[in-house]
C-alpha cells in the first residue's frame, strides 16, 4: 500500500478513534485511511478550527487525536491553534503533507519544520518508506506518553512509495515507569501544611486526575481547596471549595487565599494570572509540586519543589501528617465567607444596561439558570471574558474547557464544537465576543452538520473591547477597533443555527424555547452589550509579558 495509508493505518491501530480536518490533495489518502479503519472524521470549514476542534476533543477525553491537514497554507492556516495546544500540552498527532526540498518551486513550499519548531510543538517526519510505520508510531508515542503537541510531516514524493504493511511491524512505546513520588518530596509537602495555620491547597491541569488524594489531604491538613484557571471544576461540590485562584477570583475568595499562610500547588504553572502577578503568594510558604522539573519556579519562585505526580504525592504526604490540633483554616468563620463569598452570581452590583443593550452579568446569570447544568463552558479571549468564565456555574472537571494559553481571540467556537464531540451527553457553551466570532464563524457549518448541542453566547459591544478600554485614555480616535452593528442572529440563522438577538432580560425567553425543545441545532444568542470595561482589563493589561 502506499506510505500515506500505512500512516493512517498505524494511528488508528495504535488507539486514534478521532480525527478532525481539511483534506486536500497533500492528506487525502491518510485521512482515507484513518476513516476505513473506523476511526470517525469531523471535517471543519478551516484549518484552525480542526485543530482547536482537536484540542478540545483531547482535553476533555485525554486521549490522542488527530488533525489532518494539506501541506503548506494548510498548516499554516492552522498555526493559532496549534500554539495553543503546544502551550496547554495537549496531546495531538497533526498530520500534514509536506513538499520535498527538491521541489521548492512549488506554490506550496515553506520550511515546515522550522515553522512548527517556532511555535513550540514537536516535529516528526516520516523519512522514507521502509521508516514509515516506525515513524508513524513515534510520533503517536510521543503525543501519549510525553503529552505533546506532534507534527508529523509527510513528504509528497514519499507518500506515494509502495511498502509492505501488517499491525505487527508497529512498535510499541518504550515502556516507562511514572515518577511517583520520593519520601523526601512528600514529607516537606507534610511538613509545610502542618506547621500552617491557613494552608491553601491548589489543583492545575496536572491535578485533574488526583481529585481524590488531594481532598484527602485537604481534610487532614486543615487547608482550603482551589485551582488555577483553566483547572476550574476539579473541586466543584467540595464544602471548602474556594473556586479558582487568580483574575477570575471574588473579593472574598482574593482576601482569603492571600490570608493563607502555606500554599501547595499541584500540577499548577502558578503563573501570572493565577498568582495576580506573585501578590496572591505574598506571605505565604509555597510548594510546587509537579512532573517537570522546568516547569516548577518557572513563573514565581517557590520555597520549595517537589517532583513527582500529584495523586501519589498527595497521598504519601497524607500518610505523613501528624493530628492537626486545631481545624487549621476550616473555621465556622471562613465556611459562611465561603458560602457567601465564592459565586460571582451572587456578588451586588450596578446594572448598566440600557434601553438597547443588556448588561452582561445580568444577561450571563440569567442563562446560567436556564441552561441544563450537564454542561461544558468554553470562554473564549477578550474584554469579556470574566462573565463567561466566572458566572457560569460548572458541574466538575469535564465542565470546563479554556483555551487561552496563547490569549488569541476566536478559539473558542471550533473548540466548543470539539468538546460537543467528545461529549455528547453535554451542552457546550462557549462564550465569545464578536471579534472572536467574527473570526471563526465558519464553523458554525461544522456545528450544524454534526447536530450538535452547541450554544455560543456572543457579548457584542460591536468593538474589540479590551483595546477601546486600554486606548481609550489616551486617544478620542477608536476608530481602528469599533465597528458598526451587526446583526450576529441573522448571520446564524443563515448557517441553520437558532438564534435570538437579546438587548432585554425578557428576549432570552427564546433560549428557553430552545433548551426544551430537541436541541438539533445550535444556538447563537446574540448579547447586545455596553461598551463597558470588565474588572480583569486593568490587571490583564498590566500582566502583559
Known sequence: MRVAEAVGRTLVSLGVGQVFGVVGSGNFWATRAMTDQGARYVAARHEHGATMMADAYSRMTGEVSVVSLHQGCGLTNAMTAITEAAKSRTPIVVVTGDTPPTTKTSNFWIDQESAITALGAEVERVHKGSTAVADTARAFHRAAGERRTVVLNMALDVQEREI?????????????????????????????????????????????????????????????????????????????YLDTMGGFSPPDVVDLITDADAVVAFGASLNTWTTRDGTLLAGSRVVQVDVEREAIGRHAKPDHGVLGEAAPVAAAATGRLSARPDEGYRTPEVRDRIV??????????EDMGTDTTIDPRTATIALDEMLPDNRIVVPDGGNFNGYPAMFFSIPDA???????????????????????????????????????????????????????????????????????????PETDDLATVTFPETDVAAVARGFGCAAVTVRSVEDLAGVRGWVDGERRAPLVVDLKIPQFPSWMIEHSFSAEK
Request: charged share 20%; hydrophobic share 45%; aromatic share 8%.
Open 398 to 472: 469535564d465542565g470546563y474547557c479554556l483555551p487561552l494559553a496563547f490569549q488569541s481571540i476566536g478559539l473558542a467556537i471550533g473548540a466548543a464544537v470539539g468538546a460537543a464531540v467528545a461529549r455528547r451527553d453535554r451542552i457546550a457553551i462557549a462564550g465569545v465576543g464578536d471579534g472572536g466570532f467574527m473570526m471563526s464563524l465558519t464553523e458554525l457549518d461544522t456545528a450544524v452538520r454534526e447536530s450538535l448541542p452547541v450554544v455560543i453566547v456572543v457579548y457584542n459591544d460591536a468593538a474589540y473591547g479590551a483595546e477601546v478600554h486600554h486606548f481609550a
Open 164 to 240: 509492505d504493511f501488517s499491525p505487527e511491524s508497529i512498535p510499541a512505546a518504550v515502556p516507562v515507569a511514572p515518577s511517583g513520588t520520593s519520601e523526601d518530596g512528600a514529607e516537606v509537602v507534610a511538613r509545610v501544611l502542618s506547621e500552617a495555620r491557613r494552608p491553601l491547597i491548589v489543583g492545575g491541569r496536572g491535578a485533574r486526575y488526583a481529585r481524590e488524594e488531594i481532598e484527602a489531604l485537604a481534610e487532614a491538613s486543615g487547608a482550603l481547596l482551589a485551582t488555577s484557571g483553566v483547572a476550574r471544576g476539579l473541586f466543584a461540590g467540595n464544602p471548602w
Open 340 to 349: 457567601s463569598g465564592v459565586r460571582w452570581q451572587d456578588q451586588p452590583f
